[in-house]
């Protein structure tokens, strides 16, 4: 298992969302988050100077299976990209242990259903 750790721009939240759903990763956690960029520049707005130093991201948390690593990511890279300066970071990193506390599922079985199957997919056959 590994978790997948993406800073993106707000305005591209619900179509890497979109892209997420259609590639089968149905259930992601995210928050908005601050950081500082590399570009130091004040932008005046009607009178006003505003320093673009702190840049305002979301950040997706999605843990996923071995398997499933790859797609997600060139999911979030395709969905994301503007090819300006800003369109954000993914980070990878393993996860030792996974657990569903509803049922005390452990490992790969607790991130999904028992089939692994997407609810999307099977939501579409009902």
């Known amino acids: ?3 997948i750790e993406a800073i ?3 305005t591209k939240f619900e179509e890497v969302k979109e892209t ?9 956690s995210y928050s908005e988050v601050r950081g500082i960029g590399k570009t130091r520049q004040e932008r005046v707005y009607r009178g006003v100077v505003y320093g673009t130093d702190i840049i ?3 950040m997706l948390t999605i ?14 890279l395709r969905a994301a990209q503007t090819g ?8 990878v990193s393993p996860v030792d242990e996974s657990y569903r506390i509803r049922t005390g599922e ?10 692994g199957e997407s609810q999307k997919a099977t939501l579409k056959e009902a």
Do not use: P
Request: hydrophobic share 40%.
């Open 56 to 58: 305002e991201r979301l």
């Open 1 to 3: 298992m590994k978790k």
């Open 20 to 28: 997420l759903l259609d590639v089968g990763i149905e259930w992601f």
């Open 84 to 91: 300006e300066v800003g369109d954000g970071r993914v980070f």
């Open 8 to 10: 993106i721009r707000k």
């Open 106 to 115: 452990k490992g790969d079985i607790s991130l999904y259903n028992q089939t």
């Open 63 to 76: 843990v996923v299976r071995n398997v499933n690593v790859e797609k997600t990511i060139q999911a979030i």
